[in-house]
């Protein structure tokens, strides 16, 4: 067998970690067997270094090495980049096509990112995973394959399940040995090493001189939480390779290129960001509801058993004004805006005659206008009244409610005023 050395030399693996080590070596001893492996880290930390290490070291080395992101895929043609698809399936099938799991018989898929498949997807991988089966979308006829599967993702897989984003079944099956990659800021020691690669390998790349870090540029590079890994630490060495002038850099050039950079090393609070997804805000709403209820509750039991234990529930309600007003509301209130209502709609202003400019009138004459209206004024409120409750009886064929709407009053009142009126 190999040692860990001459993997890490043949895979450009760089660092002397602990937790890196160990993780080559599990690596190492489970590519002989055909066991399902799981590997976990975060964005950045180098996850696709694992299963080529497994299928290289494999008694499948020979056979095909597919990786697949599966985040990459869209939802609706996920299904049939896996798994094929017969000629007619959908719409643009206009030929059979092989998935990947055919196409990689006897060999290894890399399942990237495997925390986003879908649900129905996650049913089919796991037919795969037991026993070998899968169907092409559109097809009724079962094929095998025999491929080895890696998978990997950096969402913690027990609040996917919680949350019933991943099945439980899927993930022991995926996880038979789990490995997992240590983020980049648990790797001090190696954070310089890495950084001293990617710097020479730029400077050939661009055929400039190789950038260097003075001791105090070193130091910030090393507290540095580095949050995209070693991704982030390449990009970094790329940009700062290309456009500095001077090749030797300093602690504050350095402080330029690290967004939201800090000298103290001071721990921070990682993953307690709330998502939409977790329904907090809902949760929170629903609390409140029953927070309430629970409350008026316990005022309608107050209420009641002072009604028991008094015989005058006169005094009861006295006492208890506010109470029976909070739990029930004020109903003669509502009655009285009704009312209100009623009167505004029937309460016509009375019509205005214009005089004509032309037209003399006499001093003694002023007031003998006004008293010609009164007299010409027949109708009293009540009259009015009357005289609309018909009119809208009348245009709505005596359906009261259409009639109570068309006046702006309740069913109630207007009930009660056709009784009134005799109507």
């Known amino acids: 067998m190999e040692s860990i050395q001459s993997i890490k030399q043949r895979f450009e693996l760089i660092g002397n970690d602990v937790k890196l080590n160990r993780a080559i070596e599990k690596a190492m001893q489970v590519a002989p067997t055909d066991i399902s492996v799981l590997v976990t880290g975060e964005s950045g930390v180098g996850k696709e270094a694992i299963p080529k290490i497994i299928h290289s070291l494999s008694h499948r080395k020979h056979a095909k090495y597919i990786a697949v992101n599966c985040g990459a895929i869209p939802e609706g043609t996920i299904d049939s980049e896996l798994f094929g698809h017969e000629k007619g399936a959908f719409t643009g099938a206009t030929q059979t096509r092989s998935g990947y799991f055919e196409v990689a018989d006897g060999g290894t898929i890399f399942l990237d990112e495997v925390g986003e498949l879908p649900l129905t997807?996650?049913?089919?991988?796991?037919?795969?995973?037991?026993?070998?089966?899968?169907?092409?979308?559109?097809?009724?006829?079962?094929?095998?394959?025999?491929?080895?599967?890696?998978?990997?993702?950096?969402?913690?897989?027990?609040?996917?399940?919680?949350?019933?984003?991943?099945?439980?079944?899927?993930?022991?099956?995926?996880?038979?040995?789990?490995?997992?990659?240590?983020?980049?800021?648990?790797?001090?020691?190696?954070?310089?090493?890495?950084?001293?690669?990617?710097?020479?390998?730029?400077?050939?790349?661009?055929?400039?001189?190789?950038?260097?870090?003075?001791?105090?540029?070193?130091?910030?590079?090393?507290?540095?939480?580095?949050?995209?890994?070693?991704?982030?630490?390449?990009?970094?060495?790329?940009?700062?390779?290309?456009?500095?002038?001077?090749?030797?850099?300093?602690?504050?050039?350095?402080?330029?290129?690290?967004?939201?950079?800090?000298?103290?090393?001071?721990?921070?609070?990682?993953?307690?960001?709330?998502?939409?997804?977790?329904?907090?805000?809902?949760?929170?709403?629903?609390?409140?509801?029953?927070?309430?209820?629970?409350?008026?509750?316990?005022?309608?039991?107050?209420?009641?058993?002072?009604?028991?234990?008094?015989?005058?529930?006169?005094?009861?309600?006295?006492?208890?004004?506010?109470?029976?007003?909070?739990?029930?509301?004020?109903?003669?209130?509502?009655?009285?805006?009704?009312?209100?209502?009623?009167?505004?709609?029937?309460?016509?202003?009375?019509?205005?005659?214009?005089?004509?400019?032309?037209?003399?009138?006499?001093?003694?004459?002023?007031?003998h206008f006004a008293e010609e209206i009164e007299e010409e004024e027949t109708l009293s409120l009540q009259e009015k009244e009357i005289e609309l409750i018909k009119k809208s009886l009348e245009r709505n064929r005596g359906k009261r409610k259409a009639a109570a709407a068309e006046l702006g009053i309740s069913e109630r009142t207007l009930y009660r005023k056709i009784k009134q009126y005799d109507l």
């Open 121 to 367: 997807t996650q049913v089919r991988l796991l037919r795969v995973l037991e026993n070998g089966e899968f169907l092409k979308v559109g097809s009724s006829q079962v094929q095998k394959t025999n491929v080895r599967i890696v998978a990997a993702t950096n969402i913690n897989m027990f609040e996917a399940i919680k949350n019933e984003k991943f099945r439980e079944d899927l993930y022991y099956r995926l996880s038979t040995v789990e490995i997992n990659i240590p983020p980049l800021r648990d790797r001090q020691e190696d954070i310089h090493l890495l950084f001293r690669k990617f710097a020479s390998d730029f400077g050939q790349k661009y055929k400039m001189p190789t950038i260097r870090l003075e001791d105090d540029a070193v130091g910030l590079l090393t507290r540095y939480r580095w949050p995209g890994n070693i991704r982030q630490l390449r990009n970094i060495a790329e940009q700062i390779s290309v456009l500095e002038e001077n090749r030797t850099i300093s602690a504050s050039t350095l402080n330029s290129y690290l967004p939201n950079a800090s000298t103290s090393n001071l721990p921070a609070v990682v993953g307690q960001t709330k998502k939409e997804s977790d329904f907090s805000n809902e949760r929170e709403i629903l609390y409140k509801v029953l927070f309430d209820m629970k409350s008026d509750l316990n005022d309608l039991k107050k209420l009641t058993l002072e009604l028991l234990k008094h015989d005058n529930s006169e005094k009861v309600q006295e006492e208890n004004e506010t109470l029976i007003r909070k739990i029930y509301g004020n109903k003669e209130e509502e009655d009285i805006e009704e009312e209100t209502t009623m009167t505004e709609v029937l309460h016509l202003p009375e019509p205005v005659i214009e005089k004509p400019m032309n037209v003399a009138q006499p001093q003694e004459d002023r007031y």
